[in-house]
């Protein structure tokens, strides 16, 4: 019962000829191979969390119940030929436990397989079934995105929420840093960005912003959990919290006052100003010094108030200010329409799974440069979006509700034509927070949906056919999800009881 599904998941058979594994407050957690000693410092905590227990971690060959990582060339092989640096494999039997990888992020995978399989308040020995889990990811780039420029969220939050994202093989954190609402990084060279822009939210929520410090601390937290955090500084629209800051930044010179509505399109930047020039090299020189992952998110979405001539030169200019950086430039879809990007940017999609006039157009200008696209199909994979109708949280504009299944039966290879796996570079759920205030609410809107977007992103292709019922079976999705309930209360994450789901009936909000 595991989220996502592995490429591959064999029962050892009979238990009286294959016993299963037995986890005593005897085991131990045996290493091998660089890497290998952070990852059992892992599972470790996650076992403490999950069943009380602590397993020392020594650097000898296995003794009979322990739990063996290895990190090697070699290590696990796959019959399909996959060549994915996260591969792992996980062999579960009575005389241990053992999961073999290539990279420390192979290996910190096969821990979170294993975490699935063992039981939430195991006592003083648990019986785990013998298992061979061969298992590698679809798409390289398998993401959350969570909004904190809406509402804030503190660095203890967003761990909160790095932690949950993990469980489910997410290798990506995109933060949403700046927007209408507030600007949550501090600029040193800018520095009443945060000092005014960062001092409110939406609906007139706490204000806040991350420190450098705070940034990195937080970008290192997520690294040793193998996620990559991919900063997004929104421009030249969705700029009313900078343009608060610096009037000079404003067509009308005229700082406007700071906003905690939740209209868009109306802020953008002046463009082809020298003063805005400076303004966009120094952000991005400063927050891609923070941030060693090869992204930098230039936003480019719903702006409405600038001249589609002036959108063309600014976007253009700021992605060459970012590869300059040294970081591969990230556009949401609007960016597909500036034609002389950068080699190798990368588009985010954000319309519906039937694209909507020219979006399917402007995503394929992405691969037209020798880039590729993150699928974030509003319809389905936005956690913002309400369950039901007459949800106190969220928002319906995206074709909503979004049901569990609605987030689980879509295939990101048959949205535009055209483009296929090779053109893909993952997938990606946004959670935007206009409407969520606390991270409790946070985590309710995304969870279990996100665990949805995870397996898409994740696990093997579905079948060839256009039938929608027999692109993935919702059905049995839905009992695998039910497993997570335990761990979910156990690390205290919030989620959501959907209807379509048989929950434990002793767990759960």
């Given at each position: 019962?595991?989220?996502?599904?592995?490429?591959?998941?064999?029962?050892?058979?009979d238990p009286?000829?294959?016993?299963?594994?037995?986890?005593?407050p005897?085991?131990?957690?045996?290493?091998?191979?660089?890497?290998?000693?952070?990852v059992?410092?892992?599972?470790?905590?996650?076992l403490?969390t999950?069943?009380?227990?602590e397993p020392?971690?020594?650097?000898?060959?296995?003794?009979?119940g322990?739990?063996?990582?290895?990190?090697?060339?070699?290590?696990?092989?796959h019959?399909?030929?996959?060549d994915?640096?996260e591969?792992?494999t996980?062999e579960v039997?009575?005389?241990?436990?053992?999961?073999?990888?290539?990279?420390?992020?192979?290996?910190?995978w096969?821990?979170?397989?294993?975490?699935?399989?063992?039981p939430?308040?195991?006592d003083?020995?648990?019986?785990?079934?013998?298992?061979?889990v061969?298992d590698?990811p679809?798409?390289a780039?398998?993401?959350?995105?969570?909004?904190?420029a809406?509402?804030f969220?503190?660095?203890?939050?967003?761990?909160r929420f790095?932690?949950?994202i993990?469980?489910?093989?997410?290798?990506?954190?995109?933060?949403?840093?700046?927007d209408?609402?507030g600007?949550?990084?501090h600029?040193?060279?800018?520095?009443?960005?945060?000092?005014?822009?960062?001092s409110?939210?939406?609906?007139?929520?706490?204000?806040?912003?991350?420190?450098?410090?705070?940034?990195r601390?937080?970008?290192?937290?997520?690294?040793?959990r193998?996620i990559?955090?991919?900063?997004?500084?929104?421009?030249?629209?969705?700029?009313n919290?900078a343009?608060?800051s610096?009037?000079?930044?404003?067509?009308?010179?005229?700082?406007?006052?700071?906003?905690?509505?939740?209209?868009?399109g109306?802020?953008?930047?002046?463009t082809?100003d020298?003063?805005t020039?400076r303004?966009?090299?120094?952000?991005?020189?400063e927050?891609a010094?923070?941030?060693?992952g090869p992204?930098?998110?230039?936003?480019?979405?719903?702006c409405?108030s600038?001249?589609d001539?002036?959108f063309?030169?600014?976007v253009?200019?700021a992605?060459r200010?970012v590869?300059?950086s040294?970081?591969?430039?990230i556009g949401?879809h609007?960016v597909?329409k500036v034609?002389d990007l950068p080699t190798g940017?990368v588009?985010q999609?954000?319309?519906?799974t039937?694209?909507?006039g020219?979006a399917?157009?402007?995503?394929?200008?992405?691969v037209g440069?020798?880039?590729s696209l993150i699928?974030s199909p509003?319809?389905?994979?936005?956690?913002d979006?309400v369950?039901?109708d007459?949800?106190p949280?969220?928002?319906d504009?995206?074709?909503?509700?979004?049901?569990?299944?609605d987030?689980?039966?879509?295939?990101?290879?048959?949205?535009?034509?055209?483009?296929?796996?090779?053109?893909?570079?993952?997938?990606?759920?946004p959670l935007?927070?206009?409407?969520v205030?606390?991270?409790?609410e946070?985590?309710?809107m995304?969870f279990?949906?996100?665990?949805a977007?995870?397996e898409?992103g994740?696990?093997?292709?579905p079948?060839d056919?256009?039938?929608?019922e027999?692109?993935?079976?919702?059905?049995?999705?839905?009992?695998?999800?039910?497993s997570?309930?335990?761990h979910?209360?156990?690390a205290?994450?919030?989620?959501?009881?959907?209807?379509?789901?048989?929950?434990?009936e002793?767990v759960?909000?």
């Amino acid at each position: 019962m595991v989220v996502p599904r592995p490429v591959r998941l064999e029962s050892a058979g009979d238990p009286s000829v294959s016993p299963p594994f037995v986890l005593s407050p005897a085991a131990r957690i045996s290493v091998a191979g660089d890497g290998a000693d952070a990852v059992a410092r892992l599972l470790r905590a996650e076992l403490a969390t999950d069943c009380g227990q602590e397993p020392a971690i020594v650097h000898e060959p296995p003794a009979f119940g322990d739990i063996a990582i290895v990190i090697a060339p070699g290590e696990g092989p796959h019959e399909d030929g996959s060549d994915s640096a996260e591969r792992y494999t996980l062999e579960v039997a009575a005389e241990g436990v053992r999961i073999g990888a290539v990279t420390p992020a192979g290996a910190f995978w096969g821990v979170q397989t294993l975490r699935q399989l063992i039981p939430v308040g195991c006592d003083d020995a648990l019986a785990i079934d013998a298992v061979r889990v061969h298992d590698h990811p679809r798409y390289a780039y398998r993401g959350a995105m969570l909004d904190v420029a809406r509402h804030f969220f503190t660095p203890a939050e967003v761990k909160r929420f790095i932690d949950a994202i993990a469980v489910l093989k997410l290798n990506h954190l995109h933060l949403h840093l700046t927007d209408d609402q507030g600007w949550r990084i501090h600029i040193e060279s800018w520095p009443e960005l945060t000092r005014v822009g960062g001092s409110t939210g939406s609906d007139g929520g706490r204000g806040g912003f991350y420190t450098q410090d705070e940034f990195r601390d937080l970008v290192a937290y997520a690294a040793e959990r193998h996620i990559t955090v991919v900063p997004e500084l929104d421009m030249p629209g969705h700029t009313n919290a900078a343009l608060a800051s610096y009037p000079e930044l404003d067509p009308e010179g005229v700082a406007p006052a700071l906003y905690t509505g939740s209209d868009v399109g109306f802020s953008t930047l002046q463009t082809g100003d020298a003063t805005t020039e400076r303004f966009v090299r120094d952000i991005v020189r400063e927050v891609a010094a923070l941030t060693p992952g090869p992204y930098l998110h230039l936003g480019g979405d719903e702006c409405l108030s600038t001249t589609d001539a002036d959108f063309v030169a600014f976007v253009r200019d700021a992605a060459r200010v970012v590869v300059e950086s040294g970081k591969t430039p990230i556009g949401w879809h609007e960016v597909g329409k500036v034609g002389d990007l950068p080699t190798g940017t990368v588009g985010q999609y954000w319309d519906f799974t039937s694209p909507r006039g020219n979006a399917a157009e402007l995503a394929r200008a992405f691969v037209g440069v020798g880039g590729s696209l993150i699928m974030s199909p509003s319809d389905v994979a936005y956690l913002d979006i309400v369950y039901a109708d007459g949800d106190p949280i969220g928002q319906d504009w995206a074709d909503g509700p979004t049901t569990l299944r609605d987030a689980y039966v879509w295939d990101p290879a048959r949205i535009v034509p055209g483009i296929g796996d090779a053109h893909i570079l993952g997938v990606e759920a946004p959670l935007w927070t206009e409407t969520v205030a606390t991270i409790e609410e946070a985590e309710e809107m995304a969870f279990p949906r996100l665990a949805a977007v995870a397996e898409v992103g994740w696990s093997a292709a579905p079948a060839d056919t256009d039938a929608v019922e027999t692109v993935r079976d919702a059905t049995e999705f839905a009992a695998r999800v039910a497993s997570l309930a335990e761990h979910w209360d156990a690390a205290g994450t919030r989620y959501r009881r959907v209807p379509d789901v048989a929950w434990p009936e002793t767990v759960g909000t």
